[in-house]
């Protein structure tokens, strides 16, 4: 479903000026402020951002391997650029969301397909590495060249596809840990969840705005794509999770998960084998 578009004459003008971003979403610009256009939309990617970090500092801690630290960074790229796509409604901000998207998914899945590859960085299969590099390239120029949303939409759900099979054949495959398929399961839930909150928010954009505008305490729960933010970087996250578990598994290193102070649950490395 594509995303909703408003229309020309509702864009409301802040500090960015005029939105130059292809698309616009179902929250009101600049309800809140002259500077922030969308702010929920804005705000709910510190899900991606604060997750992303707390990652970052769990793979540094824990001498995790680098396809993680980047994988974390991934996530914490992509909420940076959302948050600035969201905050500006500009064309060169919509970018730095959307084509980071690409690129973090190719992280994931390039762990997920060297699970059992017994080197840190180098590739047992070159042609896996190949297409890993070239599919969000190619993506990414055809993109900006075509300037479609829907056509970016349907690279990128390819790429969640294939990431949630090769999760799953991972599990099955390396891991005997008895809540590994419960934690995927958590992880694509949360993720699904997301995507159909955010496709009923397209879908129901007009009747959302009415509610919100005659009950405006309640109004702001139902901003659902700011939902999707919330629930896709939690799932991404936990996605990442699993999969260093699995990995540190598979090189028979003990590990456990605890939980950081914002509740969020840290893979630790207990004894790691050099």
């Known amino acids: 479903m594509p995303p909703y578009i408003a229309p020309e004459q509702n864009a409301v003008v802040g500090y960015w000026g005029r939105p130059t971003s292809t698309l616009d979403w179902c929250e009101e610009n600049h309800a809140w402020s002259p500077y922030v256009a969308e702010f929920w939309n804005t705000l709910s990617n510190m899900?991606?951002?604060?997750?992303?970090?707390?990652?970052?500092?769990?793979?540094?801690?824990?001498?995790?391997?680098?396809?993680?630290?980047?994988?974390?960074?991934?996530?914490?790229?992509?909420?940076?650029?959302?948050?600035?796509?969201?905050?500006?409604?500009?064309?060169?901000?919509?970018?730095?969301?959307?084509?980071?998207?690409?690129?973090?998914?190719?992280?994931?899945?390039?762990?997920?397909?060297?699970?059992?590859?017994?080197?840190?960085?180098?590739?047992?299969?070159?042609?896996?590495?190949?297409?890993?590099?070239?599919?969000?390239?190619i993506t990414s120029m055809v993109y900006i060249f075509i300037n479609d949303p829907t056509f970016h939409e349907v690279a990128y759900s390819i790429m969640v596809f294939l990431a949630t099979v090769q999760g799953y054949y991972c599990v099955r495959k390396y891991s005997t840990w008895k809540h590994s398929a419960t934690f995927a399961t958590i992880s694509m839930g949360l993720y699904v969840f997301?995507?159909?909150?955010?496709?009923?928010?397209?879908?129901?954009?007009?009747?959302?705005?009415?509610?919100?505008?005659?009950?405006?305490?309640?109004?702001?729960?139902?901003?659902?794509?700011?939902?999707?933010?919330?629930?896709a970087g939690l799932g991404t996250y936990l996605h990442i999770v699993l999969s260093s578990r699995v990995r540190m598994e598979y090189l028979q290193n003990k590990t456990r998960i605890n939980f950081s102070l914002c509740g969020l649950p840290v893979l630790e490395v207990s004894d790691k084998k050099e």
Do not use: K
């Open 47 to 137: 899900a991606m951002v604060l997750p992303g970090l707390i990652g970052m500092w769990s793979c540094a801690t824990n001498g995790l391997e680098l396809r993680y630290l980047l994988s974390y960074f991934g996530l914490f790229v992509v909420g940076v650029g959302s948050t600035l796509f969201h905050g500006t409604l500009l064309y060169s901000m919509q970018l730095l969301d959307e084509l980071p998207m690409l690129v973090c998914t190719s992280l994931l899945l390039f762990a997920l397909y060297e699970m059992g590859n017994r080197g840190n960085w180098r590739t047992s299969s070159y042609v896996t590495a190949a297409f890993l590099i070239a599919y969000p390239t």
């Open 194 to 231: 997301g995507f159909i909150l955010w496709n009923i928010d397209n879908a129901f954009c007009l009747t959302l705005r009415e509610f919100r505008r005659s009950q405006p305490l309640l109004g702001h729960v139902t901003q659902l794509h700011s939902w999707w933010h919330i629930f």
